[in-house]
């Protein structure tokens, strides 16, 4: 799945604390989890993790997982009242969806369901110094929930996960709420999509030049949907709505993620994509930007809503 942010690099200088307790490199020094250091190399071909160092000097390669930033490690103890399981905020979850392999269209016998969507916890949840989870996810059973204002400002910023959210086939739930936002989703495209899109395809496709180069092999299943990205960015940008099914490049998607098409041909399909999205976006009639004040609108009127609320919504 694509993420909010796509989790970016940690850049060198960045303060980090350790998950894990952790032996130094030179095979010295211990530290225990909660060690303080900061990174000095991030990841990269020869290096698996990255490179911290503590504060006697002794250095460590960790991994992304066993880091977390210094400054979101202060907030912890104020949010992990905050951030129980899954289970006990299914209660405000107001729209529940299918998205992936089994909306797109690509599905298989050993495909996952991916279900997405949004909660809308009350009020006093919310004004709580806790404060609420932006994000709520269980890998075990393939769910992610956004807490609404997350789900919207990721939609304005047309991250792809969000806004197929927004256009899949297979809902499975719509409070009332849910449906209205539905029914205004177009305010959420704009051209914004070419730039989102396109940047994280480019970013995405020199990583897989690389393992070509040093492996002589791509990932094919995340070519496919690199590819299907494209795809779904034209489409929008030419017909002013997001096609989940990929309909008529089922096939070729599928070859691609069988191995059946080679890497040369699946880079000149991404080559010429990028040509037809550069043809979409100049004829596009999509906005500049998406509609922020009607988003805006409709966040304050659910908020409202749940002011007087009980524990249900």
């Known amino acids: 799945m694509l993420d909010d942010s796509f989790q970016l690099t940690l850049p060198n200088g960045t303060q980090v604390v350790s998950r894990v307790a952790v032996q130094a490199a030179s095979g010295g020094a211990s530290y225990p989890a909660g060690a303080v250091g900061t990174v000095v190399a991030p990841p990269s071909e020869g290096q698996p993790g990255y490179r911290v160092r503590f504060l006697d000097g002794g250095e460590a390669l960790l991994p992304r997982k066993h880091l977390t930033i210094r400054?979101?490690?202060?907030r912890d103890g104020l949010s992990a009242a905050a951030a129980p399981s899954l289970d006990a905020w299914r209660p405000y979850i107001i729209y529940t969806c299918v998205i992936g392999s089994q909306a797109y269209g690509l599905d298989d016998a050993n495909s996952d369901v991916d279900r997405r969507g949004i909660y809308l916890p009350p009020a006093r949840l919310h004004w709580a110094l806790a404060g609420l989870p932006e994000q709520l996810e269980d890998s075990a059973s393939q769910e992610c929930f956004w807490e609404l204002q997350k789900f919207l400002t990721l939609a304005l910023k047309a991250n792809p996960n969000v806004l197929e959210c927004l256009y899949t086939p297979l809902v499975e739930q719509a409070a009332p709420l849910a449906q209205e936002l539905l029914?205004?989703?177009e305010a959420f495209l704009s051209k914004l999509i070419y730039q989102t899109y396109n940047g994280y395809v480019l970013s995405q496709f020199r990583r897989l030049e690389q393992d070509v180069r040093t492996s002589g092999?791509?990932?094919p299943k995340h070519a496919m949907h690199?590819?299907?990205?494209l795809l779904s960015g034209i489409g929008t940008l030419r017909e002013g709505s997001i096609p989940v099914h990929v309909g008529q490049w089922r096939e070729s998607l599928l070859a691609i993620k069988t191995g059946a098409?080679?890497?040369p041909e699946v880079n000149r399909w991404r080559l010429a994509l990028h040509q037809e999205f550069d043809q979409a976006y100049a004829s596009t009639k999509l906005p500049e930007r998406?509609?922020?004040?009607?988003?805006d609108a409709f966040l304050i009127k659910a908020r409202r809503s749940m002011v007087d609320a009980d524990d249900n919504p």
């Open 71 to 74: 400054k979101e490690h202060q």
């Open 183 to 185: 029914a205004m989703r």
């Open 217 to 219: 092999a791509m990932k």
């Open 226 to 229: 690199l590819i299907r990205l």
């Open 261 to 263: 098409m080679a890497w």
């Open 290 to 295: 998406p509609d922020v004040a009607r988003a």
